[in-house]
């Protein structure tokens, strides 16, 4: 008895999945919370005296932020590999697995390259040592895509 192969293509062939939109969402979330903590919350630690962020909340949790923010863009990218996104099918997944990898990679060749004099590189400068964690990050989604992959 064969299956069907209508429906299964009609719903594989839809573009804007409820996940791809959640997908969108929690990427463009997490980019958005680095931009606003990194330029408004976070304040100036470097200039004398050291100038307060604001919302004082959200300058109160510190490099918590970049835990959220990274945090959520990573988890968007995890929800988008699945076979109902763009990203969790056919070329998508070797583009998102291969991209992840890449990105990682960059990440920590960056850190290295640039480790004795961050002070010019955005969000490099405040993660430190972290900056490993966040390229290892970038991998370990790459390896949520490379499970997609048939």
């Known amino acids: 008895m064969s299956k069907s192969t209508n429906l299964a293509a ?3 062939s839809r573009l804007f999945s409820v996940r ?3 997908t969108l969402v929690l990427v463009v979330a997490g980019i958005g919370w680095l931009v606003f ?3 408004q ?3 100036n630690p470097l200039a004398f005296p050291p100038v307060e962020g604001s ?4 300058a109160d949790l510190g490099r918590w932020n970049y835990a959220i923010g990274f945090g959520l863009f990573m988890l968007g990218l995890m929800v988008g590999a699945h076979p109902s996104t763009p990203l969790g099918r056919g070329r998508g997944v070797v583009i998102g697995m291969l991209g992840c990898f890449l990105v990682g990679l960059l990440w920590i ?3 290295y390259v640039f480790s004795d004099d961050l002070s010019k590189l955005w969000i490099f400068n405040d993660l430190g040592q972290w900056n490993l964690v966040v390229g290892i990050a970038f991998m370990a989604v790459g390896f949520s895509f490379a499970t997609k992959w048939e």
């Open 10 to 12: 009609e719903k594989k």
């Open 20 to 22: 791809f939109l959640i």
């Open 37 to 39: 903590y990194y330029t």
């Open 41 to 43: 919350a976070r304040g």
């Open 55 to 58: 919302p004082k909340a959200v």
């Open 109 to 111: 060749c960056t850190f």
